[in-house]
């Protein structure tokens, strides 16, 4: 079945460093791939998301890139802000839409 | 964009009770809705798929008699939780699927913390 793995947290980071979150996929077909961001207490949100190889997804300075070799979606941002902590979760939905997430990966930024 | 809501946000019942959930998506009709439940410091878990004037799919290992999930209109999923015990006390989260063929995205709703007693 299809499976989303990502690095586990938690993160702590400081103001304007470089982020990384490692996600792994396995899946049959060809998956859209997504990262949803859930800041404290409120519901998930979208970030980005990427619908086929070689694409990238970009939002509010995140970006990822769908590697269908590497079968990973990791998501970057080059300069981290406090507003950006958060548990970020990547996730896979395959011809039925149905999402399988990650297990999430808390992140705090310090200023 | 699409706002999707959860009411209660919180509920704390006693161990033998019922709790009905609301899912409403506000500004787009939505001919299915996903549960999820989340639990601490885990991933989400699909319970169950809700499509509109059918009944729903529930996932391996969920029971369909005590998780009851209700699509009465486009805009509108119920989930009740039926003979709550403490072990279904949890993060309820629901989110919402556009029409249309292109569209794999779902929105979130904010949750629902259940506390049973």
Not at chain 1, 26 to 48: D, H, I, K, M, R
Not at chain 2, 79 to 87: M, N, R, Y
Not at chain 2, 98 to 107: C, E, R
Request: with cysteine; charged share 20%; hydrophobic share 35%.
């Amino acid at each position: 079945g299809d499976s989303v793995t990502q690095m586990e947290g938690p993160v702590t980071l400081s103001e304007e460093a470089f982020l990384t979150i490692n996600c792994t996929y396995t899946a049959t077909g060809y998956p859209s791939l997504f990262w949803y961001v859930q800041y404290p207490g409120e519901g998930l949100q979208l970030l980005l998301k990427a619908t086929k190889a070689d694409d990238k997804g970009s939002n509010k300075g995140f970006e990822a890139t769908y590697r269908k070799e590497t079968t990973s979606f990791h998501l970057e941002k080059g300069s981290v802000q406090v507003s950006d902590s958060a548990v970020y979760f990547c996730a896979l939905s395959s011809n039925d839409y149905k999402l399988s997430f990650g297990a999430g990966t808390t992140v705090t930024v310090r200023a | 964009g699409a706002v999707v809501s959860q009411h209660p946000s919180r509920v704390i019942c006693k161990s033998g009770t019922s709790v009905k959930i609301e899912c409403r998506s506000l500004d787009f009709q939505a001919t299915t809705m996903f549960w999820y439940r989340q639990f601490p410091k885990k991933s989400l878990m699909l319970m169950a798929t809700s499509n509109e004037g059918s009944k729903a799919t529930y996932e391996q290992g969920v029971e369909k008699d005590k998780f009851l999930i209700n699509h009465a209109s486009l805009t509108l999923s119920t989930l009740t939780v039926t003979s709550a015990h403490p072990e279904d006390s949890s993060f309820y989260i629901c989110s919402a699927r556009p029409p249309g063929l292109a569209s794999d995205t779902q929105y979130f709703g904010p949750g629902t913390r259940l506390t049973v007693l």
